[in-house]
């Protein structure tokens, strides 16, 4: 969201999480310090009551863009470093935690996190403008040695809400050495296919996420969208 307001556009965030609410107000505190000139502002709650949570009358049916990602629990979540570089051994991970409230989608079963995933966005399309558009990160991940397709369940969840689909893309988790593209995937794919491996499984890993791109369908003779105005985050 802190770089929204950098662009001079308007943001508001919602996330269950304090912890990473607080995260992003702070993240705005400082883009207001180097001199970003667009406003924003971090609700801390959950998504699902996005329509009841965002109480300003100028912002309902205004929201020319919604930029999320679902919740994925700790099987791709957080972050990684090996005991070596300390000289203990090992690996640690930290920040990979959801809140202990009941209401988490993270901490309970995968159908309602997908079931949950659709009423997050349900209750975000009244905020949302005509034509506004939904752009969610997501990417496939294997439980049990078993890939799940997660971003065509998202993709099918984001309909089921509402939305009109506009475009699936795949973003390439790699970078660039000697001018040749080096993958970037996560220790989680990298460690899911390591042990299949080593159990005699050809697994490959996967190194991509997807970018599903939706719209709030237009209203009855509305031929296109107005420019965008503001932005939102969850």
Known sequence: ?????????????????????????????HARYQGAIGTGGVITGDARNAGTLVTDPHVAGQVSLLLTSPPY??????HVSAGRNSG?????KRNHTYGKTPHNLSRGSHDRLVCGF??????????????GIVAITTRPFRK????VDFPAQVW???????LE??????ALL???KNDRLVTRASFFAMHETRQARAAGLPLHVNAHEEVLVLRRPLDPGQESASVPQRQADR
Do not use: F, K, S, Y
């Open 88 to 92: 203990q051994g090992g690996v640690r």
């Open 118 to 131: 659709t009423d997050i966005l349900a209750g975000c399309l009244p905020l949302l403008r005509p034509g």
């Open 165 to 170: 689909p506009v475009q699936r893309l795949v």
């Open 174 to 176: 790699c970078g660039i």
């Open 1 to 29: 969201m802190a770089r929204h307001v950098h662009l001079d556009r308007n943001a508001i965030g919602i996330e269950c999480e304090p912890r990473w609410a607080g995260l992003a107000r702070a993240n705005l505190d």
């Open 156 to 162: 099918a969840a984001a309909q089921d809400a509402g």
């Open 144 to 147: 049990a040695g078993h890939l």
């Open 73 to 78: 629990g700790h099987h791709t979540h957080g």
